[in-house]
């Protein structure tokens, strides 16, 4: 084997700490290196240039590249390696820059250690063997998880693109949480009029199949080819004939069932359409609620509905869906405010949530669109905002920056003033974060405009004196302590990963941080790809956005998944396990391990049990390697030879180093 | 090529692929500084590492073995790290028994994110070995004449003395 060695300086981010010229000198004395060199970057086209040249020149049959980490660059140089001719298999890549120059400060060690690093590199590359993918036909429908405005853009657009979509929504309709806004910002568009029609082209568009109260329940198979199972819910009445005529919610006698769509601001009936412009506007019994379920008799719907619709006996239903690819765009939900008891969260009536006051500022909300302070009913005059509530708190493990709360409240000020033109607000805040287009105008307006009134420092408690909330917190630009008289205090709570985030991607296989919110795969460069093969990010299930960037993300997940079935089929990674036949004893355990059913049983033409493995279903895991008590069956390009010499290279056993 | 002496120690690491590897990618641009011991070892996945490669990596003098993976419950293979969990485990409680000190195994969970989890478990089990020091049993390797006494030895049939 003819191996070359390039050690990249990139700039000085690898140079810096590394002696970039004796990491590739002392490559020349490695088994095999024929030729070693380094170059100022790598990646770039004439550094690539250089790599293949010098496979031309030299006869490389293998290049080892040390550079950044091959989770970043590993297929550029893999593309450059095939087009010097080579098979893109006979490459590895030595990680000096994540691993070494970022890392360390000493250049002695750390040169020291990148040679380490290039010589395990090149050990391995010592047993590489060229490999040739598999191509396997995809299936080109589409799986959106979330029908919030992010799957819903996503949706709309993998439709046009002429793929069949289907969209699975957890409620029972469609909008998500931009469905509950009342207006948007920096533009105080109406939110329901401009969601509104995407909504209705989703219940009109041929080539969306939609399952609302639906979950996830169980997905297989990888790219290109998934089967999803979907639990449907059990809602009690039958969609077929449920024509949304809302006669039940007239008569339902449980009206005092908890209003989700409203957040509790005000009730509903235990069967209810959520609100006006669901989407499917169908009735859905609340079982929690329901007098025919808590008390056993009522059943006045089922007599009142003029098509027979109700079904108490509805039970929950499982399908099967196959796609080849999915979307995840299961969005967010708000912080517990509960956890902010200094601001007597949950206990004080007049101490709401920012979506709350949402609701109540509504047209279609419980109050028509009248704010009316919970407790009384009363029009408030003093309303204080408070913001950060879990965000931006290490106390209450919220570190982040949730982003869009400095916009919201400030819409929410402006709108106040709308309302009740002779209202005063006032707004706590730690700093005010508008970096959107237009979005440090809209503050502005709402300041300079609206009167809005800021005060830099947070609140230390909220009590209540008579009917009104004191509000006692620090001006930290004033150096002095303030308190304000509220008639309501809003708490612009944060973001944070949906409810059952952890669980869905554990399904998925795909990866999330520590606050739940899922792995892009690269934080720059691939933002809507996750490290699982087929399956892309859209929205706030990512991290917490606001709708322009969730429409953005729907739409280039879309666009990704539009690109992926451009073709008609996939080149499987060839990195799969596979069996030596002639040591094979056909005991299974390889096959009871796998798991994706990825090797099956099969005999041979003696009639000897074997197990084979299905290339396109291989993931490439190689826990069957280890388990395997003949070491027949081997993960390919990570053998155990290969990993073993690797080993060795850096603790070279006793019996060679004599 | 060896350790830098009295500086560094050999401590081996195998990472997977998804969390790990790419924790330790993480650590690395977010420039959380390390001490330069650790040489990682790329694994898909944490459930591919056969124990042998650690007692491997012992028996060739390595002072310390790191391993780390995707936290149970989020691995890319959905159960990979389940069966690493359980080898390893078993690995460490057997590691006396082959005379190698369980405290410089180690194995550990770090996703893709934890940056400053991944510089944590770096300094803290390098810092232990480093307080452990230089693997006694297998430091220095055998001189050209203790070889040939050992293999007389074997040849004669007593064996290599451990096992009378």
């Not at chain 1, 100022?40 to 250089?50: H, I, K, T, V």
């Not at chain 1, 995809?138 to 046009?160: E, S």
């Not at chain 1, 500022?361 to 309303?383: Q, V, Y």
């Not at chain 1, 409240?409 to 003033?417: P, V």
């Amino acid at each position: 084997m003819r191996i070359g060695v390039f050690v990249c300086h990139c700039g000085s981010n690898i140079a810096g700490t590394v002696d970039c010229e004796k990491v590739a000198a002392a490559a020349k004395d490695f088994p095999d290196v024929v030729y070693s060199d380094d170059t100022m970057y790598a990646c770039s086209e004439p550094g690539q240039q250089g790599i293949i040249e010098a496979v031309k020149e030299h006869k490389l049959t293998g290049v080892v590249v040390a550079s950044c980490s091959p989770r970043m660059h590993e297929p550029t140089f893999r593309r450059a390696v095939e087009r010097a001719g080579l098979n893109k298999y006979m490459f590895e890549m030595a990680n000096i820059r994540e691993h070494v120059s970022w890392v360390g400060k000493d250049k002695e060690l750390n040169t020291n250690k990148a040679i380490d690093l290039v010589m395990i590199a090149a050990e391995k590359l010592r047993r590489d063997k060229p490999l040739i993918s598999k191509k396997f036909d995809i299936n080109k429908r589409v799986l959106i998880i979330g029908g919030g405005v992010a799957g819903i853009q996503a949706a709309l657009d993998c439709a046009d693109g002429g793929l069949e979509v289907v969209l699975v929504e957890k409620t029972t309709s469609i909008g998500g949480k931009m469905a509950k806004l009342d207006k948007t910002f920096p533009t105080v568009d109406c939110s329901s009029c401009v969601l509104g029609p995407k909504m209705v082209d989703v219940a009109q568009n041929p080539n969306i199949t939609l399952h609302t109260y639906s979950e996830i329940e169980e997905v297989g198979g990888y790219v290109g080819n998934f089967e999803i199972k979907v639990k449907k819910k059990a809602t009690f009445v039958d969609w077929e004939k449920c024509t949304g005529c809302g006669l039940c919610m007239e008569k339902c006698p449980s009206k005092k069932s908890f209003d989700y769509f409203n957040e509790g601001i005000g009730t509903t009936t235990a069967i209810n359409i959520p609100f006006p412009q669901a989407i499917p506007k169908k009735a859905k019994i609340d079982a929690d609620f329901c007098r025919k379920f808590t008390k056993g008799k009522c059943g006045v719907c089922a007599k009142i509905c003029p098509t027979k619709a109700i079904d108490f006996e509805m039970k929950d239903e499982i399908i099967t869906e196959n796609v080849g690819a999915i979307i995840t765009a299961t969005g967010y939900d708000l912080f517990d405010f509960k956890k902010y008891a200094e601001y007597g969260a949950g206990k004080y009536p007049d101490v709401i949530t920012s979506m709350q006051y949402e609701r109540l500022m509504s047209a279609s909300g419980p109050t028509t669109g009248h704010i009316k302070r919970p407790s009384d009913g009363k029009e408030p005059k003093n309303i204080v905002f408070i913001q950060c509530v879990g965000s931006r708190d290490k106390s209450v493990n919220r570190p982040y920056c949730s982003g869009f709360c400095c916009m919201y409240t400030a819409k929410q000020a402006i709108l106040t003033k709308d309302h009740i033109p002779d209202s005063q607000s006032y707004v706590f805040y730690m700093d005010i974060r508008s970096p959107g287009k237009s979005y440090d105008e809209f503050v502005r307006r709402g300041i300079e405009e609206y009167g809005t009134e800021y005060i830099r420092g947070r609140v230390a408690m909220v009590y209540p004196v008579g009917d009104k909330l004191i509000v006692r917190g620090a001006d930290t630009l004033a150096g002095s302590q303030v308190e304000v008289e509220a008639d309501l205090v809003v708490l612009a709570v944060g973001a944070e990963s949906a409810v059952g985030a952890p669980q869905l991607a554990e399904t998925l296989r795909i990866s999330y941080d520590t606050y739940g919110f899922y792995m892009e795969s690269h934080p720059k460069l691939k933002p809507v790809e996750t490290n699982t093969a087929g399956v892309y990010l859209a929205g706030a299930c990512q991290g917490p956005k606001d709708i322009p960037a969730s429409v953005g993300q729907g739409s280039a997940a879309a666009a990704k998944v539009l690109a992926l079935f451009s073709k008609d089929q996939l080149e499987s990674d060839p990195q799969t396990a596979l069996v030596n036949a002639a040591r094979c004893i056909g005991c299974y355990k390889c096959v009871e391990t796998c798991p994706f059913g990825a090797i099956k049983e099969i005999e041979d033409r003696f009639g000897n049990a074997k197990a084979e493995v299905i290339e396109t279903i291989c993931q490439g895991c190689g826990l069957c390697s280890v388990t395997c008590p003949q070491s027949a069956i081997q993960l390919q390009h990570f053998t155990d030879n290969q990993i073993l010499s690797e080993v060795k290279a850096l603790c070279p056993s006793m019996m060679e180093k004599s | 090529m060896p350790v830098y002496d009295g500086k560094e120690l050999r401590i081996i690491g195998f990472l997977c692929n998804w969390c790990s590897y790419a924790g330790a990618d993480t650590a690395g641009v977010g420039r959380f500084q390390q001490p330069t011991d650790l040489r990682i070892i790329k694994v898909p996945c944490s459930g591919r590492i056969d124990p042998l490669f650690i007692l491997k990596a012992f028996q060739g003098g390595a002072d310390g073995v790191l391993v780390s993976g995707c936290h149970p419950r989020d691995c890319h293979y959905a159960e990979g790290n389940y069966y690493a969990r359980r080898r390893l485990e078993l690995l460490k409680r057997f590691l006396p028994v082959t005379g190698i000190d369980p405290d410089r195994f180690e194995y550990t969970w770090v996703s893709a994110s934890e940056a400053p989890r991944w510089q944590h478990v770096v300094q803290t089990f390098t810092d232990r070995i480093h307080k452990l020091g230089p693997s006694p049993l297998l430091a220095a390797p055998l001189t050209d004449a203790e070889m040939a006494k050992l293999q007389s030895q074997v040849e004669a049939g007593s064996g290599c003395g451990c096992h009378k």
